[in-house]
């Protein structure tokens, strides 16, 4: 979102982008401490789709000097898109068992660079039409909110440490992880696992 076209106009954006940065890191820590990391993916992506649909409206009217409902809305877009991509690494980081986790979030890490590398055909873009970039974030996020009903839930959950662990984990047979446990069912479980490492030593 640009604030100014003034020769000052890239310093005053950079400065409200570090500002929102700011504000966003104590909004995504709370937010995927206390929400579903699913839950609160979705949030973000109907979040997003709020915002292209608004910035696509035609109002140029100024509320405040250097600001209309589009430009407002490009702003608070920027916002929920950096708490997304935030929690998207957390997330994945989180699905993939350990074996290929770091593998895995390399791959995804390049897959993302290919976003970087269109961003900047995205002025070409707006000489086509202004509005094709907020179409193809629109298009983009509805799909991903469909596709979140095949994605497990990580919250609680103990991480996967093998691709078996990480299927049982997507249909939803991985229990509840130990240290969110009551005392008397962490008691159990460890007598059970004692039980059962001393039946394999017999």
Not at 51 to 76: D, T, V, W
Not at 153 to 180: H, W, Y
């Amino acid at each position: 979102a640009v604030v100014s076209t003034q020769s000052t106009g890239l310093y005053i954006n950079q400065i409200i982008i570090c500002a929102i940065d700011l504000v966003n890191r104590p909004i995504n820590f709370y937010g995927v401490r206390f929400m579903k990391r699913v839950s609160f993916l979705r949030a973000c992506n109907a979040g997003m789709a709020i915002s292209a649909i608004i910035c696509m409206i035609p109002y140029k009217k100024e509320i405040f000097p250097g600001f209309n409902i589009p430009k407002m809305s490009a702003l608070a877009g920027r916002m929920i898109a950096d708490l997304y991509f935030t929690t998207v690494y957390l997330y994945t980081s989180e699905v993939l068992p350990t074996s290929v986790r770091g593998s895995g979030l390399a791959i995804c890490s390049s897959t993302a660079r290919v976003g970087s590398i269109i961003a900047p055909f995205v002025i070409l873009a707006n000489k086509i039409s202004p509005n094709i970039n907020f179409t193809a974030i629109l298009i983009s996020s509805a799909v991903c909110f469909v596709c979140y009903q095949w994605m497990p839930e990580t919250q609680g959950k103990i991480f996967p440490g093998t691709l078996s662990e990480m299927q049982d984990l997507v249909e939803g047979r991985t229990r509840t992880n130990i240290i969110a446990m009551n005392t008397t069912d962490r008691e159990r479980l460890l007598d059970s696992s004692e039980s059962e490492d001393e039946t394999t030593m017999v």
